[in-house]
């Protein structure tokens, strides 16, 4: 079974204009990625946000479904929610899945536009199977900051539609992602 983590970064990712912001962690996210992430057994799921309001935000969501009125009225809802983990920064995401699992993990960036070095889904469904933890990096907003991607060890190739439309919100990606890379085939 792969050792793929998640992160939902809402910062740094990029704006229309190309500038570094903090986005908002929005409800439907949280929800069908943390369904996606247990659907696919996925060990974690990293909600990343500096901002305090937001973390807080995330954390009254989280506790609705886990130890709230949630937690009876949607039993399965509470096993994907208890997933979630939510870190300040990469930096603190990339630590805790480095402390699980005893050695940092190969971190893998996401982005709707195409990078030359993209490495393809069959590739790194191959790499998953190696005994090595991995992080898969979701951006909000208008996707990861470049920084982001230039220091990730692989970018994954974009999900590509039947035409030249591609702006699939990140739970919608999210989910086709993990079906390729882990989704039963045959």
């Known amino acids: 079974m792969a050792r793929l983590y998640i992160a939902l970064l809402h910062h740094p990712v990029i704006n229309r204009r190309g500038e570094v912001i ?16 247990r659907t696919f057994g996925v060990r974690g799921f990293f909600v990343v946000t500096p901002l305090e309001d937001q973390r807080g935000f995330a954390q ?6 886990i130890t709230g009125p949630g937690a009876d009225h949607i039993p399965d809802r509470r096993q994907a929610m208890q997933l979630i983990r939510i870190t300040e920064s990469l930096a603190e995401a990339v630590a805790a899945v480095t402390t699980a699992e005893g050695q ?10 195409g990078y030359p070095q993209a490495i393809d889904y069959p590739s790194l469904r191959g790499v998953l199977a190696a005994d090595r933890p991995h992080l898969l990096l979701l951006g909000t907003a208008w996707g990861l900051a470049p920084d982001v991607i230039a220091a990730a060890d692989h970018v994954l190739a974009p999900v590509a539609g039947a035409g ?13 992602i993990l079906d390729r890379l882990l989704g039963q085939r045959g």
Do not use: C, K
Not at 60 to 65: F, Q
Not at 104 to 113: I, L, M
């Open 60 to 65: 009254r969501i989280i506790d609705h479904w």
């Open 164 to 176: 030249g439309y591609n702006h699939l919100s990140v739970r919608s990606a999210a989910a086709i």
């Open 104 to 113: 940092p993990p190969v971190t893998v960036a996401t982005a709707a536009r």
């Open 22 to 37: 903090a986005a908002a962690v929005t409800n439907l996210d949280l929800h069908d990625i943390a369904r996606a992430a």
